[in-house]
């Protein structure tokens, strides 16, 4: 049973333009969530994270949405750089739930930004 | 900042002998480090939580036996791969989390170890 899911596996976005990464979630215990970033071979980097008592967080470039009710939270990039090209892993975390605060982690999107 | 190291990043080993990879925090004290694994084109996979002086707690599946951690410091965990065999090859990333409590779950990566036994 996945409970972090990133259903569209690849992303092609003109540089310039807006990239949005989507990614959904069953599990109702999950408060806290991250996005990493991730080049081939090497380890995922902490883009941005929110909390599920807010339901957007900026950060320069790059903004995280929550909808809650939906179980859904996007990762917009504007504007989209070559540099952002890369695997985007959405991951959360039931910080209250007894896991540890263990994350789950989707299967990632890949991101492609074209010059 | 919160950087994570880990070393070596590429081991090839022949099958039957054991590999260590080190995973260190190099500004932060990480009272819980974690061990994933990736297949290609797959998400990451937790296989362990260590707790600093305390006894990993590995995910289901994983056996205890074969991959061996230690949380000896706060700032050092090691994986040791024992007996390794080829299916063992893999991409293997540690992470290390700043504190325990629940403000806390930031997860930083370290650059990661690739694997290879032949």
């Known amino acids: 049973d996945q409970q972090v899911k990133q259903n569209s596996p690849s992303l092609s976005v003109q540089e310039g333009r807006i990239s949005i990464l989507n990614c959904d979630y069953t599990n109702s215990m999950f408060d806290y969530f991250l996005w990493y970033k991730k080049y081939p071979a090497e380890g995922p980097t902490f883009l941005i994270s929110?909390?599920?008592?807010?339901d957007k967080n900026e950060d320069g470039r790059f903004t995280v949405f929550l909808n809650k009710s939906a179980k859904h939270l996007s990762l917009h990039i504007v504007p989209s750089q070559p540099g952002d090209s890369a695997v985007y892993f959405c991951?959360?975390?039931?910080?209250?739930?007894?896991?540890?605060?263990?994350?789950?982690f989707g299967k990632g999107t890949k991101l492609s930004v074209k010059p | 900042g919160a950087v994570v190291s880990q070393h070596p990043s590429r081991v090839i080993c022949k099958s039957g002998t054991s590999v260590k990879i080190e995973c260190r925090s190099l500004?932060?004290?990480?009272?819980?480090m974690f061990w994933y694994r990736q297949f290609p084109k797959k998400s990451l996979m937790l296989m362990a939580t260590s707790n600093e002086g305390s006894k990993a707690t590995y995910e289901q599946g994983v056996e205890k036996d074969k991959f061996l951690i230690n949380h000896a410091s706060l700032t050092l965990s090691t994986l040791t791969v024992t007996s390794a065999h080829p299916e063992d090859s893999s991409f293997y990333i540690c992470?290390?989390?700043?504190?325990?409590?629940?403000?806390?779950?930031?997860?930083?990566f370290g650059p990661g170890t690739r694997l290879t036994v032949l």
């Open positions: 992470s290390a989390r700043k504190g325990q409590s629940a403000d806390s779950d930031t997860q930083y």
């Open positions: 991951a959360a975390s039931a910080r209250y739930g007894g896991s540890q605060g263990n994350l789950i």
């Open positions: 500004d932060f004290q990480a009272t819980t």
């Open positions: 929110i909390s599920s008592i807010k």
